[in-house]
């Protein structure tokens, strides 16, 4: 058990639904960054968050969306879904802003239909 | 811009042996590197990383790794390998943009 725990474990909507990913990280890490697995694409990384700011961002359709709260957990917002979408979501955390070592969580299955 | 490119999507070996799982790196300064592993149905879980203190690098479950720069290798080993270590293997790398950019995976079968 790494620590980092995302809700929900299994999602199963449809094209051009929107739905919210939700990760809360491990105690006293600061960091969040997001990531999408898919079979087509490999591990992709989505954006980083560091103590409430966007400090970084990667392959992030335009949408999709995230924030991390004051408490530190954060969401994914992923709109006007795609078959494409579907994929595994991971969450992961980190103490610092650097990625370096980072601690996944157990992921989120979306599957469009 | 860094990058990693993990050769061969997919490795068996039988217990015991040695396992070896090649990863070659792509970056303009020192590198930050990283292997993490995926168990099925779980996320990723660390097993070692290189932040130029030394080059051999130990790892949990007797993962080792050793970071060549002249290769621009980070090869993971293992002298024996258990059932257990069945599992897809990442390589990784720390970009510039302080995002990690992974490769593609190697899965790894055991064979008793």
């Known amino acids: 058990d790494s620590g980092v725990t995302q809700t929900p474990k299994h999602l199963i909507t449809a094209t051009g639904q929107r739905v919210t990913l939700r990760c809360s990280p491990r105690?006293?890490?600061?960091?969040v960054y997001w990531y999408q697995q898919s079979l087509d694409q490999g591990l992709q990384f989505l954006i980083q968050y560091y103590n409430g700011e966007e400090r970084a961002k990667g392959n992030i359709l335009e949408r999709f969306s995230a924030q991390q709260f004051p408490d530190l957990h954060s969401e994914l917002n992923l709109s006007s879904l795609e078959l494409g979408d579907s994929a595994l979501y991971f969450c992961?955390?980190?103490?610092?802003?650097?990625?370096?070592?980072?601690?996944f969580g157990p992921g989120t299955r979306l599957t469009v239909l | 811009a860094q990058s990693v490119t993990q050769l061969g999507s997919h490795v068996s070996v039988s217990e015991g042996a040695l396992v070896l799982l090649r990863c070659n790196y792509s970056?303009?300064?020192?590198?930050?590197l990283f292997w993490y592993v995926q168990y099925p149905n779980q996320g990723l879980q660390l097993l070692l990383k290189y932040t130029s203190a030394a080059t051999l690098v130990k790892g949990i479950n007797g993962f080792e790794a050793e970071f060549k720069k002249s290769e621009t290798s980070f090869h993971l080993t293992k002298p024996s390998a258990h059932m257990s270590d069945a599992a897809e293997y990442f390589c990784a790398v720390r970009s510039n943009n302080n995002d990690m950019r992974f490769g593609a995976g190697t899965r790894l079968t055991v064979k008793p």
């Open positions: 970056s303009s300064v020192p590198p930050y």
């Open positions: 105690s006293g890490d600061l960091s």
């Open positions: 992961a955390s980190s103490v610092s802003g650097r990625a370096d070592e980072q601690f």
